[in-house]
């Protein structure tokens, strides 16, 4: 259980801009993708230089994003774009939801082979896993102890923060900094590149809310 945090904060909060990589080739053939390390798609390369260009005069104390090169290629095309240049940390606990044996296979055939119904539990079930892989939950777990550990410190610190990472495991951080239910965070769908920028009000309530340690003062999406 994460600590509440009852104290004043020190500083107004960072600003916090998460962004799914651009498209990718298996995005564009409809496979699960996973943990298979494949390449953005020349459209997925555009969707990142929109990116960059949205979040041009934007200064970051520090970029995140995971081991794998999608996010990896869309991070640094957002930076060459918008002259960004900040340390990065790269982190496996960022990566992708894991699909285990659906990983490679195309969406329409695996629902006709396990049929339609067992694929849309797997895909949008918040606890139930696919043969091998991982849930959502699961995929969480992983990425919220980093999160806390890395990049919640510098955002209590009045640092801003550029995540670049993957449609699960930014739900995850969404699923926490909005405060949403497992049956919520089900309905919330992040486009690749779109940037999405969190700003926290500057003052904690006092108890503090479970869970979160910052209250989202504003949600944009920059398009």
Same mark, same amino acid.
């Given at each position: 259980?994460?600590?509440?945090?009852?104290?004043?904060?020190?500083?107004?909060?960072?600003?916090?801009?998460?962004?799914?990589?651009?498209?990718?080739?298996?995005?564009?053939?409809?496979?699960?993708?996973?943990?298979?390390?494949?390449?953005? +798609?020349?459209?997925? @390369?555009?969707?990142?230089?929109?990116? =960059? $260009?949205? !979040?041009?005069?934007? *200064?970051?104390?520090?970029?995140?994003?995971?081991?794998?090169?999608?996010?990896?290629?869309?991070?640094?095309?957002?930076?060459?774009?918008?002259?960004?240049?900040?340390?990065?940390?790269?982190?496996?606990?960022?990566?992708?939801?894991?699909?285990?044996?659906?990983?490679?296979?195309?969406?329409?055939?695996?629902?006709?082979?396990?049929?339609?119904?067992?694929?849309?539990?797997?895909?949008?079930?918040?606890?139930?896993?696919?043969?091998?892989?991982?849930?959502?939950? +699961?995929?969480?777990? @992983?990425?919220?102890?980093?999160?806390? =550990? $890395?990049? !919640?410190?510098?955002? *209590?610190?009045?640092?801003?923060?550029?995540?670049?990472?993957?449609?699960?495991?930014?739900?995850?951080?969404?699923?926490?900094?909005?405060?949403?239910?497992?049956?919520?965070?089900?309905?919330?769908?992040?486009?690749?590149?779109?940037?999405?920028?969190?700003?926290?009000?500057?003052?904690?309530?006092?108890?503090?809310?479970?869970?979160?340690?910052?209250?989202?003062?504003?949600?944009?999406?920059?398009?």
């Amino acid at each position: 259980m994460r600590e509440k945090m009852t104290a004043p904060l020190e500083k107004t909060p960072g600003k916090l801009v998460l962004v799914r990589h651009g498209q990718s080739q298996w995005n564009l053939e409809n496979r699960f993708t996973g943990w298979v390390d494949v390449d953005l +798609t020349e459209l997925g @390369r555009e969707e990142a230089r929109r990116a =960059g $260009e949205h !979040l041009k005069g934007m *200064k970051f104390a520090r970029a995140f994003s995971s081991h794998l090169k999608r996010a990896q290629e869309t991070l640094r095309i957002i930076q060459e774009t918008a002259g960004l240049s900040v340390p990065v940390s790269f982190s496996s606990a960022l990566n992708e939801r894991h699909y285990g044996d659906l990983q490679g296979l195309n969406k329409d055939e695996t629902a006709k082979k396990y049929g339609a119904d067992q694929v849309h539990v797997w895909r949008r079930s918040y606890d139930v896993s696919p043969p091998g892989g991982e849930s959502l939950k +699961t995929t969480a777990e @992983r990425v919220l102890p980093y999160f806390d =550990g $890395e990049i !919640l410190p510098l955002l *209590k610190n009045g640092e801003n923060c550029l995540v670049v990472a993957h449609g699960n495991s930014l739900r995850a951080i969404v699923m926490l900094i909005e405060r949403l239910t497992p049956q919520e965070i089900l309905e919330v769908n992040i486009p690749t590149a779109v940037p999405l920028l969190y700003e926290f009000l500057p003052e904690n309530p006092d108890p503090a809310p479970p869970g979160f340690p910052l209250i989202v003062r504003s949600k944009k999406i920059l398009t």
